[in-house]
């Protein structure tokens, strides 16, 4: 499960995103779109971006949106563990064998709280955008530069 603003989309190279799904895909991982979109003036356009992925992966990837606000006290708004829960449930894939990557902190806790583990890309992001750091117990599994990476070292760790 991967996030979408500042994973797959953002202030990155988004080549090595593409690049990233590619890998995933090639090795058979079931890929799903995980991502808090809240009303707002400048929001995503997820049409645009599914459009976009799909030409240059050749595949639709499945969307898990969570589209309400941050006080709406909802159990799809990451970091609770809810549309991470309904993409597994979805394909059928079991936790130990699942992972949530993404760039904030509340990607790394909702994954913790559905029982996967955690990759996060762009480790310093998050502090350079003022949002809340990360407490101990919330650590990832994972420090990876960019999505391409998180997908080479854990498509080699799943083949152990």
């Not at 058979?28 to 645009?48: C, F, K, L, S, Y």
């Not at 309904?86 to 913790?112: E, F, P, T």
Request: proline share 6%.
């Amino acid at each position: 499960m991967i996030d979408l603003d500042g994973t797959i989309i953002g202030p990155l190279d988004e080549e090595k995103a593409i690049a990233g799904l590619r890998l995933f895909l090639v090795h058979g991982w079931h890929v799903a779109i995980v991502t808090n979109q809240p009303p707002r003036p400048h929001a995503t356009d997820i049409e645009h971006v599914n459009n976009v992925l799909f030409s240059r992966l050749g595949i639709e990837l499945p969307w898990y949106v969570c589209k309400h606000d941050r006080d709406a006290g909802c159990d799809c708004r990451k970091p609770e563990p809810g549309l991470l829960l309904r993409a597994m449930r979805d394909v059928d894939v079991r936790c130990y064998r699942s992972w949530m990557i993404g760039d904030k902190w509340s990607d790394m806790l909702a994954g913790q709280r559905a029982a996967v583990r955690t990759c996060l890309v762009e480790e310093f992001a998050y502090k350079q955008r003022g949002e809340t750091p990360m407490q101990e117990t919330d650590r990832p599994d994972l420090f990876c530069k960019n999505l391409h990476d998180a997908a080479k070292v854990i498509t080699c760790l799943s083949r152990e």
